[in-house]
């Protein structure tokens, strides 16, 4: 057996042949078998090999390819975040300024919000004043109005005393003097009476018949003289004249009275 392997069969063989020329020798059968066995090994060992280079050059490239993607899908991805970066920048941006100016816009309300709790406060005085006001405007009116009430009662019941035809009732409108002594009298006589003039009236709706003045004179408890001046019958809102002297003798007068007396029947006297 020779003490070489199957790589060392490259020496053995020339790598260019085409000009050397051919020397024919005979090689034993045996040591032909284990050269060519040791040349088949060789081979194979070979193909082994340069297959297993393949595959590691072949796996190398799908890691080099993948990597080659991933690198590419990150760079891709790094621009894409690179422009969102730019626009959220830019949203950021638009969003700080909106809020600046809401910022403002309250403070600009605050301030309008103290004015016009400012104002509130006046107003709210101004409004219990106005209630209180109107609460006395309302007893005012209901005051108003129930006196209204009373006068319309006190016209009705005006109108029905004017319209309605009511009894005679006399009523007098006299001056009285004491002639004797009054001291503007200047006449001659010095007989002592009570001068009457003036008006009797019959303020009621029918006639007032056979109408007259109870005259009573006084001294002090005494009375000087009682008579009657006769007036005779007074139609409805109508009214007579008095022109009389009632004479007394004595003393001075205390006093008198003159009392209107009449008839709602008429009376006739018999012949």
Not at 166 to 191: A, C, H, M, W
Request: with cysteine.
């Amino acid at each position: 057996m020779y003490g070489f392997c199957c790589s060392d069969l490259k020496t053995l063989v020339p790598k260019n042949t085409e000009n050397v020329p051919v020397r024919e020798h005979s090689v034993p059968e045996g040591e032909l078998k284990v050269i060519t066995t040791r040349l088949y090994c060789n081979i194979k060992w070979e193909l082994r090999m340069e297959v297993k280079a393949k595959s590691t050059l072949a796996v190398t490239a799908v890691i080099l390819f993948g990597s080659l993607g991933v690198n590419v899908y990150l760079y891709v991805q790094k621009n894409g975040f690179a422009d969102d970066e730019l626009w959220l920048r830019s949203q950021l941006s638009t969003l700080e300024s909106q809020l600046a100016t809401v910022q403002n816009q309250l403070m600009s309300l605050q301030d309008e919000k103290g004015n016009l709790e400012n104002l509130v406060e006046p107003l709210e005085s101004q409004e219990v004043n106005l209630k209180n006001q109107i609460t006395n405007l309302q007893n005012q009116l209901g005051n108003l109005q129930a006196e209204n009430e009373n006068l319309q009662k006190e016209n009705a019941n005006l109108k029905h005393q004017l319209y309605y035809e009511r009894e005679p009732f006399l009523v007098t409108r006299l001056g009285v003097s004491d002639v004797l002594y009054n001291p503007q009298y200047q006449g001659k006589s010095l007989i002592p009476r009570l001068y009457i003039k003036g008006e009797v009236w019959n303020i009621g709706g029918k006639p007032a018949y056979n109408c007259s003045l109870h005259v009573v004179l006084y001294q002090g408890s005494v009375v000087a003289n009682e008579t009657l001046i006769e007036l005779g019958n007074i139609e409805p809102w109508s009214y007579v004249n008095v022109d009389k002297n009632i004479y007394y003798e004595g003393e001075r007068l205390t006093n008198w009275t003159i009392t209107p007396q009449w008839s709602v029947i008429p009376q006739f006297t018999q012949r």
